[in-house]
């Protein structure tokens, strides 16, 4: 199956950035869209983003519009979820995840990474 890995997490203060990454271990990206999900212990995974194959398309949690961006880039099978001014509330495990049949962001997501943590506070 599809191996995906974050990184870029961390702790940074409110208002603060962080850019975190996603990468495919031994597959290619450019047939899928990607997604990045969030969860907090005791709440519903939320979706943050999601970016079509080819990346025509991008979708974004109103809670995040104007202050995330996902990009995408299928020469290094990596996807990017730019993140500034941070908020305490944006605080959680942040998944990658790809849509593997039809490349589109309207269906379920088939493979998950582990997760990268994001913590904002003072």
């Known amino acids: 199956q599809l191996e995906l890995v974050e990184s870029g997490g961390g702790t940074v203060q409110p208002g603060g950035s962080l850019r975190l990454s996603c990468t495919a271990r031994r597959h290619t990206l450019d047939q899928y869209a990607i997604g990045w999900f969030r969860q907090v212990p005791g709440k519903e995974r939320e979706r943050v983003t999601c970016?079509?194959?080819?990346?025509?398309?991008?979708i974004y949690a109103d809670s995040v519009k104007g202050r995330f961006t996902i990009t995408r880039d299928d020469a290094t099978d990596k996807a990017y979820l730019h993140m500034v001014g941070l908020k305490p509330e944006d605080t959680g495990l942040y998944y990658c995840a790809v849509e593997a049949v039809f490349g589109n962001c309207r269906r379920s997501m088939d493979w998950w990474g582990k997760g990268t943590l994001v913590t904002v506070s003072s």
């Open positions: 970016i079509s194959r080819g990346g025509d398309t991008t």
